[in-house]
């Protein structure tokens, strides 16, 4: 090629070799793969009714395992928001508090407790914190005093949204 001394690689050719020889070596993988399951496959259609059954119940305890462990680990906090419960000193009111721990603003925020009731503050910036009593959430559904929630709710989750994603904490 004119331009290129000894030595040299074409850096356009070269890409394009890198990228069939993964492509081969994704084909080969995909063979044996698929090869090595039709052994496994086979080997087992041969073997005797009980090891079947000891094979299902083995994969059977696999996946509870996993999926309790999944389950285990929680939820995921993407915001990082950090979510509690308070009591106001001299009202003993149930306050919600949220804290932004996350670097970044939090904008159109949105604090839904038991799906039913919200709180709206336009931004949470990070390292502030918002702790508003139950009785300031309001169902949106229903306008005025009747749609507050009432000071001795139960309360069984909150949930975080804003602009930037959302976090859910439940309650025991």
Known sequence: ???????QSDPIHGTQEAAERARVAARQSAAWLRDEAGRLYSSY???SKFFKWRAWIVASFALVSLVSLAKAMGPS???NAHVGLAREPMTNALLTA???E??????NVKLIMNDTYEFEKDRLGPGQNVNPPVTQY?????KGPAGKAPANIELKKLRVECSQGSFEQEFN
Do not use: E, H, R
Not at 138 to 142: E, I
């Open 1 to 7: 090629m004119a331009g290129l001394g000894s030595g």
């Open 98 to 100: 949220v804290t932004n």
């Open 138 to 142: 309001q169902n949106p559904k229903v």
């Open 77 to 79: 906090n993407s915001i």
């Open 45 to 47: 259609q041969q073997q």
């Open 102 to 107: 996350s670097t970044d603003d939090w904008t």
